[in-house]
Every structure is written in C-alpha cells, then in structure tokens.
C-alpha cells in the first residue's frame, strides 16, 4: 500500500513556472512508475507525463518541451516542473504509481492516486 501527497499547486500568470512535488510513502517507491495526471472541469482525466522506475520519462504532446518529470528515490518523491504555462494548464493535477507496469497514459493502470492539487492559470 503507498499514498501519495501532492503539494505545489498555487494561481500563477500564463509563461509563469510551478514545480509540483509527490511524496509517497512505502520502501518499493523506487520500483514503482509514477505519473502525472489532471483533470479540468468537465473533462476527463488526461495523461501528463509518467518516468519508469529506470528513469525512462514520456510525455503528452500538449506538454512536451514545457514540462519536466522526474523522480528522486532517495526522497520517495516525483516532481513535475511546469514551464511557460498556459491558461489551457488550468486543471487538478494528480500523481499515481504503477506498481506492477513500466508505466501507462491510461489512468486505469495505476494503482495508487494522491488527492490532487489545484493549478490554476490565469492569462
């Protein structure tokens, strides 16, 4: 069993940074693959970015070349840096582990979720 807390999240400007941090709990954390998920009002649950326990990162293509995911296993922590931001960015951002895979966009494979952060983009 791990849970995870996510904090970071805040009102920024659009082009402006956040860095959001996942703290998990559990000595199998550096096996897990974490990703990064949000969700915005009225939508669904959309893949961000998600790093495998070896340290291979993908990307959704609305966030590629913006964000950076990454993992620190001393720290039982992944990060998600958020750069030039856009309203569009607006949403809840949840992180999740994949237990058993090398790490899926499809919300359904995780097995673990945190509560979630709120970033909210204003232009």
């Known amino acids: 069993q791990a849970q995870l807390v996510e904090s970071g999240g805040g009102l920024v400007q659009a082009g402006g940074s956040l860095r959001l941090s996942c703290a998990a709990s559990?000595?199998?954390?550096?096996?897990?693959?974490m990703g990064w998920f949000r969700q915005a009002p009225g939508k669904e649950r959309e893949f961000v970015a998600v790093?495998?326990?070896?340290?291979?990162?993908r990307y959704a293509a609305s966030v590629k070349g913006r964000f950076t995911i990454s993992r620190d296993n001393a720290k039982n922590t992944v990060y998600l840096q958020m750069n030039s931001l856009k309203p569009e960015d607006t949403a809840v951002y949840y992180c999740a582990a994949d237990v058993w895979g090398p790490g899926s966009e499809t919300p359904g494979q995780y097995d673990f979720w945190g509560q979630g952060t709120q970033v909210t983009i204003s232009s």
């Open positions: 790093v495998s326990w070896s340290g291979i990162t």
């Open positions: 559990g000595r199998a954390f550096s096996t897990y693959a």
